[in-house]
């Protein structure tokens, strides 16, 4: 695997060596992670038989959490373990969760195994793309190139992952599907472990926190103390609701106390990074329907068959990765020819591009939907389109951002930062998850037309709150290129 991603990480491009193991750690983490999101509503409604509105609300609720998580996982590296052993110990916990989401069949264990998950990834996600960040030097152009390929390495594990536990949960039940998730995280944690010497090696800047016994442990026991109350939070009705308001206040308070102690450059860099993280909540608020409302129109109203063969609805949120895959060495491509040209995009403007392929994604599949009549299933060929724009959507947006948010942060904040990051995606998802109640078919609902209608007025809505964004943000697009 390293020959063939050395052309990713090689002289072509320039990358540091560190890339390669830093992809293949997070392309099985992300195997894990993508498995369980492709899976967990269709588990909930059909396994456990909650209610559309429901399993929504828990995915989104579990979603916001796992996102949020990194908020204390920022600060926990930037104060107590560092970036290293922060991910070490996420990881670790992270295969603990899946074993146990493996074997349990009552709701507590599935709750206890879920607040493992949430707090293995406070402590992983921020980090390693922090870590990834620190292997560039300050104004690095093959920096959001570098992260762009990162990004490719995680849908590459979300593809195999979508596609292969779509297929095995079929073939072997929820225990197989389950024990593979966590054995593709331990794969990660040993390919990080293996490997740690040579990441270590491309870092350019010294580490700002050398941890001792006393804070690995304390940190341990601090994992034991929370995980149970956050996995219960989602059983709660609008407690993580209230977390993520109080969390927002708390972290509001706290940047702007280290935003005082910074330079006037980096206070202005630091504004426009919290700007930007800011407008991307609106665009994963839209994105991240495709594990709830997305998949169980595309379970209920398109026709699956394909070649005589009936796929499964999980399956196709492999469309993400596939699409991921095709164009991620094309942009990579594109944003290296036109900066020789000059006229590579700023960021903001890729941005933007975002939200428009976003909004384009949803009205193809309002369109088709509402073109349906009684009886009749849409073809899967629009689902593959939709899928496909706000794949592209994805990719002008999120590594980019990843990238961003390494290159404004001060380095005393930066896995904070990074949090921060993922913060917005918590607070998109219980938005998205708002957003997908629209989509909820009653109970008594049974015609494929009926259910298309429903399905058609909420992605209708979905695009016009993306064109509303669209236009707010291109008309302030100019003050914020003053703030650099």
Not at 291 to 297: D, M
Not at 343 to 366: C, H, N, Q, W
Not at 370 to 384: C, D, M, R, T
Not at 425 to 454: D, E, F, N, Y
Request: hydrophobic share 55%.
């Amino acid at each position: 695997m390293e020959i063939a991603t050395r052309s990713l990480s090689g002289a072509k491009l320039q990358q540091p060596r560190a890339l390669t193991w830093l992809f293949l750690t997070e392309l099985w983490e992300r195997f894990s992670y993508w498995s369980l999101y492709s899976l967990l509503v269709l588990y909930l409604v059909h396994r456990l038989h909650f209610s559309d509105a429901n399993a929504y609300i828990i995915f989104a609720s579990f979603n916001a959490l796992l996102y949020a998580s990194p908020i204390i996982g920022g600060w926990i590296a930037d104060t107590r373990l560092g970036q290293t052993h922060s991910i070490i110990q996420g990881a670790v916990w992270l295969v603990l969760g899946y074993i146990l989401l493996a074997f349990a069949h009552q709701t507590f264990l599935i709750y206890l195994s879920l607040g493992l998950l949430i707090w293995g990834n406070g402590l992983f996600k921020p980090n390693i793309g922090s870590q990834l960040g620190a292997c560039y030097q300050e104004n690095d152009s093959k920096r959001q190139r570098g992260f762009t390929i990162y990004y490719m390495g995680i849908n590459i594990g979300a593809t195999l992952g979508v596609l292969g536990c779509g297929w095995l949960v079929i073939k072997e039940g929820w225990l197989s599907t389950f024990l593979l998730v966590a054995f593709s995280m331990f794969i990660g944690l040993m390919i990080y472990l293996i490997k740690f010497q040579v990441i270590q090696s491309d870092i350019k800047k010294p580490a700002l926190v050398k941890p001792n016994s006393k804070s690995v442990i304390s940190i341990i026991m601090l994992g034991l103390l929370l995980v149970t109350p956050l996995g219960f939070m989602l059983s709660v009705a609008n407690a993580v609701n209230i977390a993520m308001v109080v969390v927002s206040v708390f972290l509001v308070g706290y940047l702007i106390h280290i935003a005082f102690k910074q330079d006037r450059k980096n206070r202005r860099r630091m504004l426009l990074c919290l700007i930007l993280t800011a407008i991307s909540i609106a665009f994963w608020a839209l994105y991240m329907q495709i594990g709830s409302s997305l998949t169980l129109y595309t379970q209920r109203c398109v026709d699956l068959n394909i070649a005589g063969y009936k796929i499964d609805a999980s399956m196709v949120v492999s469309l993400n990765g596939s699409w991921l895959l095709l164009l991620s060495p094309l942009l990579v491509k594109s944003w290296k020819w036109l900066e020789l040209k000059k006229r590579e995009p700023l960021t903001d403007t890729k941005f933007l591009i975002s939200i428009v392929a976003m909004m384009l994604g949803y009205l193809v599949l309002a369109v088709s939907a509402s073109a349906l009549h009684p009886g009749e299933k849409s073809n899967l060929i629009w689902v593959v389109l939709s899928y496909g724009l706000q794949t592209l959507g994805e990719l002008c947006l999120s590594p980019i951002g990843l990238a961003m948010v390494t290159e404004l942060a001060p380095d005393s904040c930066k896995s904070l930062m990074m949090g921060v990051w993922f913060l917005a995606t918590a607070i998109a998802s219980l938005c998205s998850g708002q957003l997908a109640k629209i989509a909820t078919v009653p109970s008594g609902a049974t015609q494929a037309g009926h259910i298309a209608a429903i399905y058609a007025h909420a992605f209708y809505i979905n695009a016009l709150l993306a064109f509303v964004i669209i236009v707010i943000f291109a008309c302030f697009m100019g003050r914020l290129r003053k703030l650099l």
